[in-house]
């Protein structure tokens, strides 16, 4: 299965200020059609997780366009531009291009 | 408004079966691929498995650690997939959700997630 790593575990971070979260594959997560199947994830609180982004780069339908994510191969980043108290919980990568789909350990994102 | 709702869990005990349903509304039901993904308490999360839809195959693929002793159908006149647990675990003790894959109006993903139903396994 590929495994997949997220740094930090966890990060204090303060209103306003940008944020970014690292999510590193134990295999190439590229596809032959050029897309990177990872997606990001985003567990609010006492929430059931929802979808930040998808294929490495693009904003899921109604994700705010302070997010985005970058990266390719093994190595990827999501990016908060301008951080919301609106935007804690943790954060988790996802791989979907092998089966079975493997998840990080996640990323808990709290206010300073 | 779509909608996923899951209900069946419940305390069991170890070596016993459990049948998780999650209902879904506001999409096309027939034309959806459904995934479990199970959150054990305070952990992350983990991938149980899928059921295509029916003219994907309907086919179904578990993860190693439920293979064999779980099962996933899909009744597509009742919007309803299911999760036939059997021989459970005390590691099987998660909060189950739905979730299924759409795309909006202007082909831009969006994922839909149940609110989950927690499975509690205990002797």
């Known amino acids: 299965d590929i495994v997949m790593t997220q740094s930090p575990l966890s990060l204090p971070v303060t209103p306003g200020e940008p944020a970014s979260f690292s999510c590193r594959s134990s295999?190439?997560?590229?596809?032959?059609?050029?897309?990177?199947?990872v997606d990001w994830l985003l567990q609010k609180p006492g929430q059931s997780p929802q979808l930040l982004i998808y294929?490495?780069?693009h904003r899921a339908s109604g994700v705010p366009d302070r997010f985005s994510g970058s990266g390719s191969g093994t190595d990827f980043t999501l990016k908060i531009s301008r951080v919301e108290a609106e935007d804690v919980g943790v954060y988790y990568c996802?791989?979907?291009?092998?089966?079975?789909?493997?998840f990080g350990g996640g990323t808990k994102v709290e206010i300073k | 408004e779509v909608q996923l709702v899951e209900s069946g869990g419940g305390v069991v005990s170890p070596g016993g079966s459990l049948r998780l349903s999650c209902a879904g509304s506001g999409f096309t039901f027939s034309n959806a691929g459904m995934n479990w993904v199970r959150q054990a308490p305070g952990k992350g999360l983990e991938w149980v498995g899928q059921?295509?839809?029916?003219?994907?195959?309907?086919?179904?693929d578990y993860a190693a650690p439920v293979k064999g002793r779980f099962y996933i159908s899909r009744d597509d006149s009742k919007d309803t997939v299911y999760l036939q647990m059997s021989s459970l675990k005390f590691e099987d003790t998660a909060v189950y959700f739905c979730?299924?894959?759409?795309?909006?109006?202007?082909?831009?993903?969006?994922?839909?997630w149940g609110p989950g139903t927690l499975v509690i396994v205990s002797s």
């Open positions: 295999e190439s997560l590229l596809h032959s059609n050029g897309y990177n199947y």
């Open positions: 059921i295509k839809r029916i003219s994907d195959g309907g086919t179904t």
């Open positions: 996802m791989q979907g291009l092998q089966s079975p789909p493997t």
């Open positions: 294929l490495g780069t």
């Open positions: 979730t299924t894959v759409q795309w909006d109006a202007s082909m831009v993903r969006v994922d839909y």
